[in-house]
């Protein structure tokens, strides 16, 4: 049997891999980056997506520069707590896995060396997939490598290649991403740098009007992850540009941010920008051989920090349907699909949702405050018992 070919070695793709070699498939990975490396920044990752990377024998790997946070506290922006989700020992009782943060960089240092090691995946960088051709059994994926061309078979292509994604092209959708008129701005600096209550284990997530604050230690906490969000009129150009630190200050005035917050804000000297997009939340499905996994299949905003979460639960998911008929791909890739869809709608709908909740002006947002201050944190806990609570189902 031909491989199962995959472009993108992002978290979605290196999952997938792993998954499938897991269960006996051999794999050929592209990225056309000719270095694999992760932004500077942080990332949760939530017990739905632990569950995953645990079964994968990732657990003890990812270990030593995870920090496992007591909870998640919200707060005003004026710098009263409105509410404290407890994570820690009970949420991994809860939900049967971990809630961890994790500088991306670690993250995918784990994944990829896992991947190296595993005899049965090959990754190609520098590698671009660029087209694809039905065959009768499977599909010839074209392959740029600078100039030149390259074709191989495979079984079956998967398109784990970002927001931008070319197999989402090559698979029929029409559809552009859209700029959700916001900007995250990112930085880390180090645990010494700031208050101690800051480097403490925990999710700090302030509410504004129009923008929020969320800040969590990463590198088993030796370093602050910050991302400070803000309306935005127009994209930057590309991902991950500089910008000033006076372009963040002024966007977290004195007037509504407390000294904290804003002290925070101050120390870091330089800040990664990058213009928040989303596609509307129609199910996809893809074409014969080929589907879509991650941001390429359901770009949602990261206000649920949900979207590597789900590229980790579709790369499970596809490689359990694969394993299930491995020699009808194009059928298990439709019940990869169907088996994904709901879930994902409606994640992408509560990301949405609480990008209204966390950007309300005032006097919506006070009376937001107030509301999440009465509810507590267990009951707002509870109330995303189904995202960590996910159990794979074909
Ligand atoms: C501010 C912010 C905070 C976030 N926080 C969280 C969080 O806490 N938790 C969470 O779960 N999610 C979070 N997310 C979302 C998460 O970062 C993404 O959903 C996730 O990284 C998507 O992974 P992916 O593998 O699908 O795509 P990507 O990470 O975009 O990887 C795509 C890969 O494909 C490669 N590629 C592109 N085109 C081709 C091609 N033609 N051929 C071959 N290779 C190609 C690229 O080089 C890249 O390596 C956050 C996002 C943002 C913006």
Redesign the pocket.
């Known amino acids: 049997m031909s491989p199962i070919a995959i472009?993108?070695?992002?978290?979605?793709?290196?999952?997938a891999a792993l998954a499938l070699a897991t269960r006996g498939f051999r794999v050929a990975l592209?990225?056309?980056?000719a270095r694999?490396e992760?932004t500077g920044?942080?990332?949760?990752?939530?017990p739905n997506?632990m569950r995953v990377l645990n079964a994968l024998g990732l657990r003890e790997r990812l270990m030593a520069s995870v920090v496992a946070p007591d909870a998640v506290l919200i707060k005003a922006a004026h710098g009263a707590e409105l509410a404290r989700l407890p994570l820690g020992p009970a949420a991994e009782q809860r939900y049967g896995a971990p809630y961890w943060?994790i500088h991306?960089g670690d993250l995918q240092a784990a994944l990829l060396d896992a991947a190296l090691a595993h005899p049965g995946i090959a990754l190609t960088l520098g590698?671009?997939?660029?087209g694809c051709a039905e065959k009768p059994d499977g599909i010839a994926v074209q392959?740029?490598r600078g100039e030149h061309p390259e074709a191989h078979d495979a079984a079956a292509l998967i398109?784990?290649?970002?927001?931008?994604?070319?197999?989402r092209a090559l698979a029929g959708a029409g559809d552009t991403a859209r700029f959700a008129r916001r900007t995250?701005w990112?930085a880390l600096v180090s645990a010494d740098a700031v208050a101690p209550d800051f480097r403490a284990p925990a999710i700090h997530l302030w509410l504004g009007r129009g923008s929020h604050l969320?800040h969590y230690p990463v590198k088993a906490g030796a370093m602050i992850n910050i991302?400070a969000?803000a309306a935005d009129a127009q994209p930057s150009h590309g991902?991950s540009t500089a910008a000033p630190p006076d372009e963040v200050l002024t966007r977290f005035s004195s007037e509504s941010w407390a000294r904290p917050a804003r002290d925070l804000l101050a120390l870091p000297e330089r800040w990664l920008k990058?213009p928040?997009y989303d596609r509307p939340s129609r199910p996809h499905r893809g074409r014969g051989a080929v589907t879509l996994?991650?941001?390429?299949?359901h770009?949602?905003?990261?206000f649920?920090?949900?979207?590597?979460?789900?590229?980790?639960e579709?790369a499970a998911v596809l490689a359990g349907s694969l394993a299930a008929t491995p020699d009808d791909a194009p059928a298990a890739l439709r019940r990869y699909e169907q088996a994904r869809a709901a879930r994902t709608v409606r994640v992408w709908r509560a990301a949405r949702l609480n990008d209204a909740v966390y950007h309300l002006p005032w006097p919506a947002a006070a009376a937001r405050d107030l509301a999440m201050g009465a509810m507590g944190g267990d009951r707002l806990l509870a109330h995303y018992d189904w995202i960590y609570d996910w159990k794979m189902e074909l």
């Open positions: 472009a993108g070695a992002g978290i979605g793709g290196l999952t592209f990225d056309k980056a694999l992760e920044a942080g990332i949760q990752l939530s997506a943060m991306r590698a671009a997939v660029d392959v740029l398109g784990a290649d970002g927001l931008w994604s070319r197999v995250a990112r969320v991302v969000i991902w990058w928040l996994l991650g941001d390429a299949a770009p949602m905003l990261p649920l920090a949900q979207g590597a979460a789900m590229a980790i579709d």
